[in-house]
């Protein structure tokens, strides 16, 4: 299984950017997504996250309003839209999948890891 997250880059405070996540999972369209982020000497972040359908989205408080999470299963894809960008924004971006039908929290397991993507916001 592979899950691949692109879309990073260098943008200016306030700025958009939208992150993808391809997953090579046969069953990604049963498999809740979930946006993580890592920044320098930080723990791990659960940002965003989505069920299977696209019914049910989970987002941190910090990027509530800001960021919007989706998903195409017919691309086997999961998009993070990310607006109004700040610099503690500023990290590693990766995305992580489980196969699992209900619904997404803070607490929900994910059992397949990518490698990521750098966002970088600054002046």
């Known amino acids: 299984v592979q899950l691949q997250a692109s879309g990073g880059g260098l943008v200016q405070p306030g700025d958009s950017l939208t992150l993808s996540c391809t997953a090579s999972l046969r069953t990604f369209s049963i498999s809740a997504v979930g946006w993580f982020r890592q920044a320098p000497g930080k723990e791990r972040e659960f940002v965003a996250g989505?069920?299977?359908?696209?019914?049910?989205?989970y987002y941190v408080d910090s990027v509530t309003g800001r960021f919007t999470i989706s998903r195409d299963n017919t691309k086997n894809t999961v998009f993070l839209q990310m607006n109004s960008l700040k610099p503690e924004d500023t990290a590693v971006y990766f995305c992580?999948?489980?196969?699992?039908?209900?619904?997404?929290?803070?607490?929900?397991?994910?059992?397949?890891w990518g490698q990521g993507t750098l966002v970088t916001v600054s002046s």
């Open positions: 989505i069920n299977w359908s696209g019914t049910n989205l």
């Open positions: 992580a999948a489980a196969e699992y039908l209900g619904r997404v929290g803070s607490n929900t397991k994910f059992t397949y």
